[in-house]
């Protein structure tokens, strides 16, 4: 090697590595410290006023919205006064997705009597409207076959809905394991295996995944400005392509990851990574946390709220490390691949794109 070679080598390596920072910084925004962005988790279920919980999300910069479900158990009332009272006290932190009675669905004016109550709910402040599964796959009508939730019965609700602009939180269906044999290595083993009832393999007299699925596409074809946020990946967390596919389909239609996560991190992370940067707009985060001593038959003691606050900021940290990590991340005891999601497409976590945030700007 000549001096003159080498001092050439020399300069272009010079220049190289001069280049490099400039075109790392360029493609690759430093990962923001998890407490600096303001973040919402769209889905929860907080149903007691817990001083732990407010000094966790105001610790780390966050918010969520606090679901009030099932319509169809008689708790509404109590849900919705728990969950208003929460609001009352706390509007930054946990504005109210309602629902509406399934239980007079028999009785006459049950739409008109719906739409009234939840005029008032958003009265209240209520933000958005829930949907649950037992529409599908476990309230029935009066010839006893199970309500669709494309059923007539719910059409004047929805198109009120989408009249006043507000969104339908839709948990229609279930992940696809509730139709398939129970799969110890499955992320839902241990709820269908403990949740039986609705575990629907070999029960022929349900409604499919796909019947439940097409009728909530239903709902958007019939009702195209109403939003639908389908919660839990939509109920299509095996299918990528079913999720990609709705959501070029349907404008108003988006998605929101909660309790879903642990599907994610089993596909091709190349093919997460571009849903994620295809529809960067269209997917929510949240965590589908539930505290709910108004269910228990004894108040939970100061160990367990704790506990509670304790894992869901273990939950978050989880998913923050898979969503923005880089790399190889452990989630629920597997390796997986890091989404290394950058600058705008932090926006799983951006409360500005949740069109249903003007509470914030209160
Ligand atoms: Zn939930």
Redesign the pocket.
Known sequence: MTPLLSLRTLAAVLALTAALPRALAADVAPRPAYEKMLKIDV?S?IFEDVPAIHALFARINDRTIN?C?PGGDGQLALMDRIAFELYAKHPQLYPVTTTFDLLTRDEPNYATRTIAALDRAFARGAVAVKIWKEVGIEIKNRDGKFILPDDPLFDPIYAHLAKVGKPLHA?LAEPIDAWLPLDKDSNHYSYYSTNPQWHLHGKPEYPSHAAIIAARDNIMKKHPTLVVVG?HLGSLEHDLDGIADRLARYPNFSIEV??RTRNLTRHPAEKVRALFQKFPDRILYGV?A?WMPHRRDTPPTTAQRQGHVTSLELRYRADWDYYAGQGETTYNNRTCKSQYLQGSEYQIYDYRKVRITEWLDR
Do not use: E, K, T, Y
């Open positions: 889905h279920h679901v479900v948990h919660a909660s309790a589908d539930g």
